[in-house]
């Protein structure tokens, strides 16, 4: 292999050479609570699903943003071609320093901000000047008068987070119109990064979007919990729209990314918002009992400020939650950025870790849900002997052999497109009639999967899908309530198919039905081929059942306002 030979000194830009790369923190299996890096509430199931539903055409081809873009614009109420998706927040931010800043150029913002717009402004060649803002009370507000005085000539950016991350403080409407105005006045833009402001009292955009020289930064990685998919996008006037487009690459968010951004901002987040703030509000409280000093915070995290933050991180980290420590920031040192988890459980818990940090309490256990979902369920009577394994987090796999070859075909199909893998063995009473064993492995593999089940712990639990074969279409709806329940009107006419009774079909669904203790409906709309009615019946419940096991909420509790399923 023929050797590379290397210069003797290589020469990178300047602001490149200086410039070092931004570390995640190292995963850590022992923590259960992660709430350091302000991820959103858990993601819904119907965002994962549009990422299932994605074709091979969907990852084969470029993606376009035109469709997400036509939606954000339909919901803020603007024209399409004012709004620019991006690859998360952080590339919304990277392109106006793209667009305003080059050597000689500067961007003015306050300290402390969000790390990556001064690494942006930096890479782009531009000064990075700051001001003072670290709210001790909540009626310490940014210096917005000591700002607009240091706008000069050479300020292209202006650039404010509110709210403020990592102190969760706002700024106001009137304010930010203020030093847009002085902004503009000097022909440069004010930068406002709104990526918490779905917990925030009041939203700003409509008005900022009346100038022309305002770019809104937003985010799906908050409030609609999709930090994964880095999907962001930024609101400009068309021309800056158009600039922005000019700077950066023309394909920045893949494909299933934009089928389930679009599902997302079509739904409603208000529940979830809602949840965050109760907590924001209730772990305010708390600490402000403790003696520990917080910020008005308006995010979706609380900012505390501890006698001995090192130690209350070491201990909650003994106790497995994650919360984001400032070891290097300058006044910030003494203080513990609290992400809210957004779900009772884990709010729950985290109190409870709070209290054993501060030396109030035990340290908590959290009931982790351990190795893969999987159950064997072995059943012996004198009309079968049947022997059944399943894993809900499975490829879809299926090993079968019922002595019945449709009762086979349906099987392979329901493991296939529920993704739960099956394994089933029965040896049955053919030479009465295929009743019985039809009925018994219904029985066996209703039973495997509730083992498989548990508690039912953050799983979907409701899940709907319907399914066509050619004429054929069934709806299925599936809710893993616990209490066995079954509605099941398939339509079929003819006394066999294959070799297993039509009766028998749906008597297979009522008997999985009871023994997964849950509430199947499944109804044939149209059709007229009794065998196409029969396996769109077993693809449409595949595709339900697969999505209501899907764990949505790690370590979450049982989707029930009782508590239990």
């Not at 469709?67 to 998360?88: F, H, K, P, Q």
């Not at 400009?236 to 394909?251: I, K, M, T």
Request: proline residues 5%; hydrophobic residues 45%.
């Amino acid at each position: 292999m023929e050797s590379i030979v290397m210069p003797s000194v290589l020469r990178p830009a300047a602001r490149v050479a200086s410039a070092r790369a931004y570390v995640p923190a190292k995963e850590d299996p022992s923590i259960v609570l992660r709430l350091d890096s302000n991820e959103g509430p858990a993601v819904s199931a119907d965002v994962l699903d549009a990422i299932a539903r994605a074709s091979g055409e969907t990852v084969r081809r470029y993606p376009n943003v035109a469709e997400l873009e036509s939606d954000i614009a339909a919901r803020m109420g603007i024209d399409a071609s004012r709004v620019v998706v991006t690859n998360g927040g952080d590339e919304a931010i990277d392109r106006v320093c793209r667009v305003m800043l080059e050597p000689g150029r500067a961007l003015l913002t306050h300290e402390p901000v969000f790390e990556m717009i001064p690494r942006a402004a930096r890479l782009s060649g531009g000064e990075v000047r700051t001001l003072r803002w670290l709210p001790e009370e909540p009626a310490q507000e940014l210096d917005v008068e000591s700002m607009i005085a240091s706008i000069d000539k050479t300020v292209s950016v202006v650039a404010v987070v509110s709210p403020c991350n990592p102190t969760g403080a706002c700024v106001s409407i009137q304010e930010l119109l203020r030093l847009a105005k002085a902004a503009q006045a000097v022909g440069g833009v004010l930068l406002a990064d709104l990526a918490y402001v779905e917990f925030a009292d009041e939203d700003p955009t409509p008005e900022l979007m009346q100038r022309g020289n305002v770019v809104v930064i937003r985010t799906l990685s908050k409030a609609f919990g999709m930090a994964g998919l880095r999907v962001g996008y930024a609101l400009a006037s068309e021309q800056f729209a158009g600039w922005l487009r000019a700077v950066g690459g023309p394909y920045p968010v893949a494909g299933p990314a934009l089928l389930a951004a679009r599902g997302a901002v079509a739904r409603d987040v208000d529940p979830a918002i809602e949840r965050v703030r109760s907590e924001r509000a209730r772990l305010t409280r708390w600490l402000s009992d403790r003696g520990v000093r917080t910020v008005e915070s308006q995010a979706n995290f609380v900012l505390g400020r501890f006698e001995d933050a090192g130690d209350v991180w070491q201990r909650l980290r003994d106790a497995g939650v994650a919360v984001r420590r400032f070891e290097k920031a300058g006044g910030l040192e003494d203080r513990l950025r609290i992400t809210l988890p957004g779900g009772e459980r884990e709010f729950a818990y985290l109190m409870g870790a709070l209290a054993y940090a501060l030396g109030d309490g035990p340290r908590p256990k959290w009931p982790r849900r351990t190795g893969a979902r999987r159950a064997e369920v072995a059943r012996a009577t004198k009309e079968t002997s049947i022997r059944c394994g399943v894993v809900l987090d499975g490829a879809g796999t299926a090993d079968v052999s019922t002595g019945l070859g449709f009762l086979d075909h349906m099987l392979v199909a329901l493991a296939r497109h529920s993704g739960i893998d099956i394994t089933l063995r029965c040896s049955g009473d053919l030479q009465v009639d295929d009743h019985h064993t039809v009925e018994d492995c219904a029985l066996v593999l209703g039973q495997a999967i509730d083992e498989a089940l548990g508690e039912r712990l953050g799983i979907a639990r409701f899940a709907d899908a319907y399914a066509p074969l050619d004429e054929a279409l069934c709806r299925a709806v599936v809710d893993l309530s616990g209490r066995p329940a079954s509605c099941v009107d398939l339509g079929l006419e003819r006394e066999m198919i294959g070799d297993v009774a039509a009766e028998n079909i749906g008597h297979f669904m009522r008997s999985l039905a009871d023994r997964l203790r849950a509430a199947i409906h499944l109804d044939v709309l149209r059709g007229e081929n009794d065998h196409h009615k029969a396996e769109a019946a077993f693809k449409a419940l595949a595709l339900a059942l697969g999505r209501a096991v899907r764990v949505v909420r790690e370590g979450g509790d049982a989707p029930s306002t009782k508590g239990v399923l």
